[in-house]
């Protein structure tokens, strides 16, 4: 049984352990707005953009874009998206089964995006062709950069189809791990909202476009644009994701921290209490025994 000493050693460490997870979930919480807005105002432009692209898809003529259809190559592209750090959760966890568990097409290669998912990558040997860091908050500019990079391997032709995966926000306690098909273009859901099909959305659907100066040349400056966009909003969504999920565990682990001082100040108290009765015990026994 332990003594008073080392149980109030215990408690003294306890209450450190909890300042330290209330603060780290107080400095979550205000990165988690910043992220939930951030990704709450993209949703409505990439919303619009991935709708009109999946039409056009189905009216272009073959050929008329290689965004537009599959490539001759039988591997497939993934980009990975992980947090940098640790500390939030199952989050991790949770998408790299969902990343084991799905099923792609012929040899899959990777893009990775976080620490994390270079080190899942690394333990689960698969081929890794770059990494690229993104810092926190994610900047237009540097996601620019991971667009490039696979519309660049896409169109070698090695590759059939590029996929995303990446943690989709829902809600502060709701996060999704999703796999997403980013080319050839395809109906994307962000955040929960997005489902749709062009063959139910006729009155879309129907609408004829007109182009100026021609569809090629607009096809060579939107579609580039939507994969580095799309990408970008992913990453929010990730991002998003993690500072909810740490702010919901640094909320867990203070919350435990607080039931275990309790447990532990009542058997503190119990201890002590007991070994004042015994005292009591030991002085009205000799006494008795004086008498």
């Known amino acids: 049984m332990p003594s008073t000493r080392d149980i109030r050693r215990r408690i003294k460490s306890v209450k450190n352990t909890a300042q330290i997870t209330k603060a780290m979930q107080l400095v979550a919480a205000a ?37 537009f259809s599959e490539g001759k190559g039988t591997k497939t592209l993934i980009l990975l998206i992980a947090s940098d750090k640790g500390l939030c959760g199952a989050l991790n966890t949770n998408l790299f ?12 290669e990777y893009v990775t995006i976080g620490k994390k998912s270079v080190q899942a990558i690394n333990r689960l040997r698969r081929a890794l062709l770059a990494d690229f860091p993104i ?3 994610a900047h237009f500019a540097e996601v620019r950069a991971v667009g490039r990079f696979i519309q660049e391997k896409f169109c070698t032709g090695d590759y059939k189809k590029v996929f995303v995966v990446f943690n989709n926000f829902i809600n502060t306690v709701t996060v999704v791990p999703t796999v997403e098909q980013l080319l050839p273009v395809n109906p994307v859901t ?17 609408t004829e476009y007109t182009f ?3 569809a090629a040349v607009v096809f060579e400056t939107v579609l580039p644009q939507y994969v580095n966009n799309t ?41 002590r209490q007991a070994s004042i009765t015994n005292e009591l015990l030991e002085i009205t026994t000799a006494k008795m025994a004086l008498e």
Do not use: C, W
Request: no cysteine; glycine share 4%.
């Open 190 to 206: 962000l955040g929960g909202k997005r489902d749709f099909a062009p063959e139910i959305e006729t009155a879309t659907a129907t």
């Open 31 to 67: 990165k988690m707005k910043k992220a939930q807005d951030q990704a709450s105002n993209g949703r409505a432009y990439a919303e619009m953009l991935n709708k009109v692209l999946v039409n056009l898809k189905e009216q272009a003529e073959e050929g008329a874009h290689p965004f």
């Open 231 to 271: 990408i970008y909003q992913m990453v929010l969504e990730s991002r998003a994701s993690e500072h909810s999920s740490r702010m919901v565990a640094m909320k867990n682990a203070t919350d435990n921290a607080k039931q275990m001082i309790k447990d532990l100040s009542l058997e503190y108290n119990k201890l």
């Open 135 to 137: 810092k926190d908050p």
């Open 212 to 214: 100026e100066p021609s």
């Open 97 to 108: 089964k969902k990343l084991i568990t799905t099923q792609f097409e012929g040899d899959a």
